[in-house]
């Protein structure tokens, strides 16, 4: 009878055993690892978004794209390590921003002309990684939903860069510049996404991120005594909205 007992007991293991595998297989709520491409819009928000002579932390940045890489690996149920690897360009200076600046200087420095020049746009990449925990919707049973955080680098390829002459002179020795940036600085992100299954394998992704920088280092040339507008970092604040495709591994 023991024997007996024995015997079915690990015959109804096996057969849960098998049903719970069964079962996983066919989960549809199981999130799977994925790469994936997107693109879309990068919006400027706050002091990088603002045009104001007075504010040292002004960035006069404008809408712009991004476009990238995505990926992440479950490693227990829903939660995975998430990475981002994007381009953004986030435009260049217009004419209403350098007769902002032409004014302001002529102000800052007592002078009745000063001719602006402008030149470089906004190109920088971003690198970031960190946690995910992704469900599926209460509502809709083929929406998932991702939550992220994450951080890591942006680097800037170049910023607009401006030459001030005074009193319509060229001569170098009557110029101030601020410089085009090339620096790294030290980035966070948090994010949203959308997933609409394409079949077994594709999804659709619709997300949408916040992304946050203390600031990109700025020189400046011939300013050694610096009065009126004198900037050495750019803080950088976007809000990205991208469509994009992943593939489940």
């Known amino acids: 009878m023991k024997k007996t007992l024995t015997i079915l007991s690990v015959a109804l293991i096996t057969l849960i055993s098998f049903k719970a595998k069964a079962q996983d297989a066919d989960d549809k709520s199981i999130v799977k690892s994925y790469i994936g491409i997107f693109g879309g819009a990068s919006l400027p928000t706050s002091n990088f978004s603002e045009g104001d002579y007075q504010n040292y932390s002004s960035g006069f940045a404008k809408n712009g794209v991004t476009i990238g890489f995505t990926g992440a ?101 009557t110029a101030i510049h601020q410089l085009s940036s090339e620096a790294k600085a030290f980035a966070y992100s948090g994010s949203i996404g959308f997933r609409y299954p394409l079949g077994d394998k594709w999804d659709v992704v619709l997300r949408g991120s916040y992304i946050g920088s203390s600031g990109l280092a700025i020189g400046n040339g011939n300013n050694p005594t610096p009065e009126g507008r004198y900037v050495t970092s750019i803080p950088i604040t976007e809000v990205q909205t991208t469509l994009g495709i992943s593939l489940k591994l």
Do not use: C
Not at 139 to 166: C, E, H, Q, R, W
């Open 73 to 173: 690996y479950y490693f227990f149920k829903g939660f995975a390590i998430a990475g981002t690897f994007s381009y953004q360009d986030q435009g260049e200076l217009n004419a209403n921003d350098v007769q902002n600046l032409s004014n302001g200087y002529n102000i800052s420095y007592d002078k009745d002309v000063t001719t602006v020049i402008a030149v470089n746009r906004y190109h920088n990449f971003n690198l970031l990684l960190g946690p995910q925990y992704s469900f599926n919707s209460f509502i809709f049973k083929n929406l998932g939903l991702d939550l992220g955080a994450s951080i890591g680098v942006i680097k800037s390829t170049s910023t607009p860069s401006f030459t001030m002459y005074f009193d319509n002179s060229t001569d170098v020795n």
